[in-house]
């Protein structure tokens, strides 16, 4: 019962920046008319360019010995953006995105540990790349099966035209802020083939902290009809899809206490200006909200990620091709 979700929240290129390019508007909502949405960003400059190609024409032939010469001393198989090297962005070719892929699993690695690319450093970028863990499908009964593809635990990352692929715990969006636009995730089922999938486990556990995930004009398709928004996985996770279609891959209830009635009370899980069979709200479970426009206001604005202070966007083509 696999599902696809395509969002806003890789010949390749590795950058290296030394300047931050703002956003104009903090307070600038996100529009409804998707279109628009480039307007929110400047085009970046500045960088320094390293390039891979397996013909020999770049600096690099591998993407892991592009990273050695960026990361020193990381000597791990899986790609890996150590915390002090900020300022790192892989740019891949729209016509033939590389694809960065291993087979870690949770049975060897540890869940956030088995993911292809981990990157821990500050402001990382990556464009027109796929991830993959290639591990095989969970079953139900195998053990240690979760397998990461890309876990972000450094602070202000933005991924654009991007491809997540995996069987179980695609994406560990760990800790900071992050930006994903026009990206692609797999995440399937989690209670193996006659069981349910889940969007989200949002992992907020105190009223005091100051994070959540917020989802707009996203498409959510796939196969199957029992597929949760949002499960809580920790007491207090904060949640909202807006402007999102949702197939009838979507569960009726959209929401799953994770069988702990008790958090009902304690969890934030909005939708607002849905659309979509999978978007009827008329069944939805009772501690999921339908936002209004002052609802909604926090999570359709850039200011949810602070963006106006270190958002970076996609790189000038033409700088690149001239490089």
Not at 21 to 29: E, F, K, S, T
Not at 177 to 185: A, G, I, L, T
Request: with cysteine; hydrophobic share 40%.
């Amino acid at each position: 019962m696999p599902i696809t979700m395509t969002s806003i929240a890789f010949f390749l290129l590795l950058l290296l920046s030394s300047s931050v390019v703002l956003v104009d508007n903090d307070n600038a909502q996100i529009p409804s008319d998707k279109s628009q949405l480039h307007a929110l960003v400047k085009a970046g400059d500045s960088v320094k360019i390293i390039k891979v190609s397996k013909s020999g024409g770049g600096n690099f032939n591998m993407v892991m010995a592009t990273v050695q010469s960026v990361l020193v001393g990381n000597t791990q198989r899986k790609i890996k953006i150590d915390r002090n090297k900020p300022f790192i962005t892989f740019y891949g070719s729209l016509e033939d995105m590389p694809k960065l892929s291993f087979d870690g699993m949770t049975a060897k690695f540890g869940t956030v540990d088995s993911a292809t690319l981990i990157v821990e450093s500050d402001y990382f970028m990556a464009v027109n790349i796929i991830v993959i863990n290639s591990s095989p499908r969970p079953d139900g009964k195998r053990k240690g099966a979760q397998a990461v593809a890309l876990k972000v635990s450094g602070d202000k990352a933005a991924f654009y035209n991007c491809r997540l692929i995996g069987f179980q715990d695609t994406l560990c969006d760990d800790r900071g802020r992050h930006f994903f636009h026009e990206c692609y995730s797999t995440e399937p089922h989690t209670k193996g083939d006659g069981g349910f999938s889940v969007i989200t486990a949002q992992a907020r556990n105190l009223e005091s902290e100051d994070n959540g995930y917020s989802f707009v004009h996203c498409t959510l398709s796939g196969t199957g009809g029992n597929t949760f928004l949002g499960r809580a996985w920790m007491s207090r996770p904060k949640v909202a899809f807006s402007y999102t279609f949702m197939s009838s891959v979507v569960s009726p209830l959209g929401w799953s206490n994770n069988i702990q009635p008790e958090r009902e009370s304690l969890v934030f899980y909005g939708e607002y200006k849905c659309m979509g069979p999978g978007a009827d709200t008329s069944k939805r479970s009772k501690f999921s909200k339908e936002l209004d426009d002052n609802g909604a206001t926090p999570f359709i604005t850039l200011n949810y990620i602070d963006a106006s202070t270190w958002l970076l966007p996609l790189p000038s083509l033409a700088l690149l091709w001239k490089t």
